[in-house]
């Protein structure tokens, strides 16, 4: 009985200190909130759109929780008429997306 309690108490502290291990190393590989700012996730739409917004929910949970990026950019390699509204839709209602065109990527990373 007494080795089933400190096999118990051993998997306990071993995953406390895991947890611990893991918010140090978390704060210091997510440290400098200025740089994220900086960084921009550039995201190729082609056709219909068809997966833009699964993808912009998956890139803003990224930004809300772990602050990996300030803006992302949907660029246009090859939209449909229906793609493009889709795309420019998606960029009004999230104000830290834009939609533009492969020559314009510059333009948006520069300032």
């Not at 140090?24 to 921009?40: C, H, M, N, S, Y």
């Not at 068809?50 to 993808?55: F, I, K, M, N, T």
């Not at 890139?59 to 950019?73: D, I, P, S, T």
Request: aromatic fraction near 6%.
């Amino acid at each position: 009985m007494q080795l089933w309690q400190d096999g118990l108490v051993a998997l306990l502290a071993a995953i406390g200190l895991a947890s611990i291990m893991w918010t140090v190393v978390r704060a210091i590989l997510f440290a400098g909130g200025e740089r994220r700012k900086e960084i921009a996730a550039l995201l190729p739409a082609q056709g219909e759109g068809e997966h833009l917004e699964e993808q912009l929910q998956v890139l803003q949970r990224l930004r809300l929780e772990q602050g990996v990026f300030g803006r992302a950019l949907l660029v246009d390699c090859g939209l449909t008429e229906d793609g493009r509204k889709l795309a420019a839709l998606l960029a009004r209602k999230h104000r830290w997306v834009s939609l533009c065109g492969k020559d314009e990527i510059g333009r948006y990373l520069e300032g």
